[in-house]
């Protein structure tokens, strides 16, 4: 079965990031057999003075594919670890979805994109979560991160929104390479250029030594620009340009 699991509000300054936290859930999962995990994405929120948050106000959400046996561990697991690891000052919520027992797809994923531009109470959350049938729980503080943690499973599921956690690593590789040889030899899907256009597997692209991805059609895709210089067609998107996702 295909699952949702996201978290938000686990972090302080000082203690370990919301997304460590989810890479570790998930490389518990790994670790114990329950199934597979795909990347963690990273889905902003509203920045509102009404809404408490440690620095950005971002979810984390990763999909498993695991044997239906294990869901009510996982969910058990998950709860436990962001109460014993969570920061004491933090409030912490996850959010557990069976994506094929959702109820209304488009409703929920409604909800996620309604978190990027207003302000939802955690009453609404609940309610919501209860309406589709997915897990939704709190593990400390004021338990407001129930609502990011609803949104960012809710915006992952819309396959159209989010940055991958972490970069993509290419030190040893050649300073080009075709669209299709990238695509061979990292976890990057597709490449489009910033208006959202495929780009032609044949085309060449300058490639940086790190390279950030974003979530797009459900897929996890290499934002590019053109290329200043004469050796390629197209070089990855700056960091500005990235920050709409």
Same mark, same amino acid.
């Given at each position: ?29 790994k670790?114990?057999?329950?199934g597979?995990t795909s ?9 509102? $003075?009404?809404i $408490?948050y440690?620095?950005?106000?971002s979810?984390?959400?990763f ?12 969910i ?10 969570s920061?004491?000052?933090?409030? $912490? ?5 069976d994506i094929e027992a959702?109820y ?7 909800f996620g994109?309604r ?6 109470t955690?009453?609404e ?12 729980s709190?593990?400390g ?5 129930v ?13 159209n929104d ?15 390479m075709t ?7 990292t976890p ?5 250029n ?6 032609? $597997? ?5 490639i940086d ?14 934002l590019?620009?053109p290329?200043?210089?004469a ?15």
């Amino acid at each position: 079965m295909l699952i949702l699991v996201s978290i938000d509000d686990t972090d302080d300054l000082e203690s370990k990031g919301t997304g460590e936290l989810a890479e570790e859930i998930a490389a518990e999962i790994k670790k114990r057999s329950w199934g597979h995990t795909s990347g963690i994405t990273r889905h902003q929120l509203y920045v509102h $003075p009404d809404i $408490p948050y440690t620095s950005h106000n971002s979810a984390m959400c990763f999909e498993a594919d695991i044997q239906q046996k294990y869901f009510s561990e996982i969910i058990a697991y998950s709860a436990q670890f962001l109460a014993r690891e969570s920061a004491p000052a933090s409030d $912490p919520g996850l959010c557990v979805v069976d994506i094929e027992a959702l109820y209304d797809r488009s409703a929920f994923i409604s909800f996620g994109r309604r978190a990027k531009g207003e302000v939802i109470t955690k009453d609404e959350a609940y309610k919501t979560a209860l309406s589709h049938g997915v897990h939704l729980s709190e593990h400390g503080g004021t338990g407001q991160g129930v609502i990011g943690a609803l949104a960012g499973a809710g915006l992952r599921l819309g396959g159209n929104d989010g940055r991958f956690k972490g970069k993509i690593s290419l030190k040893d590789a050649a300073a080009t390479m075709t669209v299709r040889e990238l695509m061979s030899c990292t976890p990057i899907e597709e490449v489009h250029n910033i208006e959202g256009e495929q780009i032609n $597997p044949a085309d060449v692209i300058s490639i940086d030594s790190e390279m950030k991805t974003v979530l797009l059609g459900h897929r996890q895709v290499l934002l590019v620009r053109p290329a200043e210089h004469a050796k390629a067609r197209w070089t990855p998107a700056t960091k500005q340009q990235l920050k709409r996702f």
